[in-house]
């Protein structure tokens, strides 16, 4: 339904020759902020990685707040998380920002226990810190354990499934156009946060389609704070964001900000002969399975 949904939009837009944010309403913005994607499982490592980036113009960054973690976790645990969010603060200057993914690692114990600790470093935001499934009855006690804005979302798929987050106190919502129905979907999940006085920032650690159609919904949104995106994330081995664009110009980011697209539709023209080569080598990413030393499962 996503796709089916960006396709029109795209359709939509061509056949009138502007860009979709015109459909939307037209553009509330000149330009957008979006911020990258560092990795490393040591202060130094995330130092480095985060000079990097702000040498690159991005003032936002966002990490792994952890690796495994077990449900309660040691005092060790807990100094690496504060280490690596310490070193991105210290990289990224006082004008710069970071935001830590708990990635649904941490139970809901282990969530009130550090965000307390995490406050004088003051990430940008704590991502999806307890599981999906436990965010519409878990989730207000963590925000009620800190000052610190809490966001969650890319395992949420609609206006239904957000409003219990909503309703719980979280300070930004990351829906993303490719799971949660589209631009469409997406567009009434942004009103409905609007509402709850609560920001956006969409997930997308994606490729070029998928954040060409959120950029054309940041630019027709007020409530929209950042934009996530995959150039250069760490995980990318064999492709990367601007590899099946004709025109990599089209994401050129300026300072750590997106200009507002003018082409019509998406405002992006895929590489075809790119795709077919891709397509010819085909892949079989999975996530890697995770153990606690008892050999149970960890998350992920």
Request: aromatic content about 8%; proline content about 7%.
């Amino acid at each position: 339904m996503a796709g089916l949904d960006q396709a029109l939009w795209d359709i939509a837009g061509k056949s009138y020759g502007v860009p979709v944010h015109q459909l939307l309403g037209g553009p509330v913005r000149d330009r957008a902020r979006v911020y990258g994607w560092i990795g490393g499982d040591e202060p130094a490592e995330i130092a480095d990685r985060a000079a990097e980036m702000r040498a690159a113009g991005f003032t936002a960054v966002k990490l792994n707040a952890s690796g495994r973690m077990s449900p309660l976790d040691t005092t060790v645990a807990i100094d690496r998380t504060l280490g690596l969010a310490a070193a991105a603060r210290e990289a990224m200057r006082p004008d710069g920002d970071f935001a830590l993914d708990f990635h649904g690692r941490f139970t809901t114990p282990m969530a009130r226990r550090i965000v307390s600790e995490l406050e004088p470093l003051r990430p940008l935001f704590v991502e999806e810190p307890v599981l999906p499934e436990h965010s519409s009855h878990r989730l207000r006690d963590v925000v009620d354990a800190t000052t610190l804005p809490i966001a969650t979302g890319e395992r949420l798929y609609s206006r239904a499934d957000f409003l219990p987050v909503l309703q719980a106190g979280i300070a930004v919502a990351q829906p993303d156009v490719s799971h949660a129905g589209g631009i469409s979907e997406c567009r009434r999940i942004a009103a409905l946060a609007e509402t709850f006085d609560v920001l956006l920032a969409p997930h997308c650690p994606l490729g070029p389609i998928a954040l060409a159609a959120y950029l054309q919904v940041d630019f027709a949104t007020p409530n929209v704070l950042i934009q996530e995106q995959s150039l250069g994330i760490h995980y990318n081995t064999t492709s990367d964001l601007l590899d099946y664009l004709v025109d990599p110009s089209v994401f050129a980011f300026a300072d750590g900000w997106c200009a507002r697209p003018t082409g019509a539709g998406l405002g992006v023209e895929i590489d075809e002969v790119a795709v077919r080569r891709a397509a010819r080598t085909g892949h079989r990413w999975r996530g890697p399975i995770w153990r606690h030393p008892d050999g149970s499962f960890a998350e992920w």
